[in-house]
Each structure stands twice: as C-alpha cells, then as structure tokens.
C-alpha cells in the first residue's frame, strides 16, 4: 500500500523567507505522480505544484519548487519569498495511474508578518 | 471557468439522522471524487465515478454510506443513519480524466453529528 508521511505538523516562517515542507511516500511503483495541495483556513483545496515521477527535473511554479529524490522517495516543497497569503495547511499527494490519491497529514503553515 | 460546486457548506444533524450532500464538477470532466477529511488530517478517498459508473468504493462505509452519480455530472453523497465519527469534512473533486490528471476541489461541507 502506498502511504504518504509529512514528518512536520506545524512550521512558521517570516514574511519574505524560505520554507521548506518535507513529504516522504512509499511505494514499489516505478510511474506515479506527486502533489503539493494547499488549503487556506477557508478550506477550498487549490493546486500548488505537481511532479511526474518520470522526469528528473524539478518542479517549479513561481515561488513554489520541489526537491524530488526518487531513489530516497521524498518530494519536498520550498516555499520562496514567504507572503502572508501562504498560511495555510500544505498536503503532500501520491497517485499512480488509476488516480487513487493518497494524502499525507498536512503541515500547518503560519507566515509572520 | 466554474470550479467544483457543493452544498451545503455547513449541516449540523443529530446521531442517527440521515444526510446529503451534492456536488457539481467542473463541467466536462469524466470523473468525480469524495473525500472525508476528519480534523487534522488529510482528505481519505470515499468513492470515485467516472461518467456514471462507480470506479473505486473500497473505503466507502457501504452500510450506512451511499453515493450515485446518475447521469454522469452531478453526484450526491448520502449518509444513513449517520454517527459522531462522521462528523468530518466532505469534499468533493473532478479531474477531466482518471491516470494522472490534477484533481480539482469544491468548497468542502462540513458536517457536525450531536
């Protein structure tokens, strides 16, 4: 089965640094696919970033990248240039082909002003 | 473009009640999912559709939770009779197809059983 481990329930960060939210997954499948969702305090879940198992280079969406080590099974999210409108509860995501997502825990993200 | 449409946003029932809840997917795609997502954790697949058809129920409480699709757009949840651990918050999704297309999420609805 595949799961989806976020080491870190709660982190904080000041208006304009970088964060990093860790995601480990476990899986003996070779193709798959990786998602940061993000869900602000009002709950609608909203797209951060995606990653194809299949191709080396990271992610990047703006101030949004991925760190993915494929042997090491982690796919962690660097947040640059903090805003106050990041705060909010971040899920790592796993799918295979038939799109059975699993979520990971979630970190609660808070951005001090 | 329209994103994921549900109602109600909120529903407080009493233990033994039954409930429902409806969703609209962005228009076009194929396939609908609903989540359970109890406080303070992540969302847990209920049932999947894709058109009309159901595709994974696997984890769906089939004795007491029940969910339809019948035309292959909007799908409607059910839970009867509904107990405190249902108390969660039930969102629903759509991707245009199943594999690896990026799910799309509703506004959620939250429910409270007393």
């Known amino acids: 089965a595949q799961t989806v481990t976020q080491s870190q329930p709660e982190m904080s960060v000041q208006e304009a640094e970088t964060v990093t939210l860790s995601c480990t997954y476990d899986t003996s499948e070779n193709n798959y696919y990786l998602f940061w969702y993000k869900q602000p305090p009002s709950r609608q879940m909203i797209l951060v970033i995606r990653?194809?198992?299949?191709?080396?280079q990271n992610a990047t969406e703006n101030r949004f990248s991925v760190n993915f080590q494929k042997a090491a099974k982690s796919f962690s999210l660097k947040i640059s240039d903090s805003q106050l409108g990041d705060t909010a509860m971040y899920f790592c995501a796993f799918t295979r082909n038939n799109n059975d997502m699993r979520f990971g825990a979630g970190t609660r993200l808070t951005v001090k002003p | 473009e329209a994103g994921v449409a549900q109602s109600p946003r909120y529903k407080i029932i009493e233990k033994r009640q039954s409930v429902a809840f409806w969703c609209n997917p962005i228009s076009g795609h194929a396939t609908l999912y609903w989540y359970q997502q109890i406080l303070g954790q992540g969302p847990k697949l209920l049932i999947q559709f894709q058109n009309n058809g159901v595709v994974d129920d696997s984890q769906l409480p089939k004795d007491r939770f029940s969910a339809e699709r019948l035309k292959g757009v909007d799908s409607t949840l059910k839970i009867q009779p509904a107990k405190l651990e249902d108390s969660a918050v039930y969102l629903c999704a759509s991707s245009f197809l199943r594999g690896q297309e990026t799910q799309y999420f509703g506004p959620g609805t939250r429910l409270l059983v007393l």
């Open positions: 990653q194809e198992a299949y191709k080396q």
